[in-house]
């Protein structure tokens, strides 16, 4: 998918979501190009049913995040929130959201965002929440909730988590627009790559997750967001009995000796 050359608005009878898969990669394509992707209820549905789909799918050993249209994600559709105004609606559409960027951090498999055009609101949360993200170029992000007197209180989960505290205040106090340039200098994303080269730039960073035990990847983003939560003390503790369990596993002692024997490891998963 080439971002400066956006493919057609899709009819308004298109799933929200689109998924296709390739040698362990599914990638899942926001679909609401004429609602600038924005997060409806639906479109947080479909997505969710995907990735628990995919976490009990071994053939998966990694996802990508991608979007159709001239933009990545608009955050929350606010047509649909003002059509549905009052605290039940508003708290089920938050907790909604709050379990869809759960799912993602404890789902098996990494996720990586692919990123073209603007990531707003909790369209960069969503960016925030994968694992990994890559943009082209030409991609923005902002917290802009500030501007309609509606702070991004929970885009704020993610973002604080990627983006030195003062660097997040400063996006989510004054909701301005910070390019991929700036995005990859502050750690929400991890690169920023010519347009034209994201997507081979994607794809390479995913064949190398394919090409790991997918078992080892499991244990080892559970681990991740784990002990970062964790004291120093309680971290290494944890982080030791992983190690223990993963060393355990067939596929470290497999990977151990394919390297003494320098040849191609042979992942079987457990």
Not at 155 to 163: I, K, W, Y
Not at 176 to 192: Q, S, T, V
Not at 207 to 221: C, E
Request: glycine share 6%; charged share 20%; with cysteine.
């Amino acid at each position: 998918m080439n971002p400066s050359a956006a493919p057609a608005l899709t009819p308004d009878s298109a799933p929200p979501l689109v998924r296709a898969d390739e040698t362990g990669i599914a990638t899942l394509t926001l679909n609401r190009p004429k609602a600038r992707n924005s997060l409806s209820v639906g479109l947080m549905a479909a997505l969710q049913s995907e990735l628990e789909a995919i976490g009990t799918d071994k053939t998966v050993r990694v996802v990508v995040i991608a979007a159709n249209g001239p933009v990545f994600c608009a955050g929350h559709d606010l047509k649909e929130i003002r059509a549905n105004p009052g605290r039940a609606a508003y708290e089920t559409l938050f907790k909604q959201c709050s379990v869809l960027m759960r799912t993602i951090i404890e789902l098996r498999q990494p996720v990586i965002a692919r990123v073209h055009g603007l990531a707003t609101a909790a369209g960069c949360q969503l960016v925030a929440t994968c694992d990994l993200a890559i943009a082209g170029a030409s991609a923005t992000f902002c917290t802009p909730g500030i501007n309609i007197g509606l702070f991004c209180s929970t885009p704020m989960v993610a973002l604080t988590r990627n983006v030195p505290r003062k660097h997040a205040m400063e996006m989510l106090l004054t909701g301005e627009i910070i390019d991929a340039r700036r995005a990859a200098e502050l750690g929400l994303i991890n690169r920023a790559v010519a347009d034209d080269a994201l997507d081979a730039e994607v794809h390479a960073l995913a064949a190398k997750i394919v090409a790991k035990s997918p078992l080892t990847l499991a244990i080892g983003k559970k681990a991740f967001y784990r002990q970062i939560e964790l004291g120093v003390a309680e971290a290494y503790d944890y982080a030791s009995e992983t190690m223990t369990t993963n060393m355990l596993a067939r596929d470290a002692e497999e990977g151990i000796d394919a390297f003494l024997e320098k040849r191609p490891p042979s992942w079987q998963g457990r």
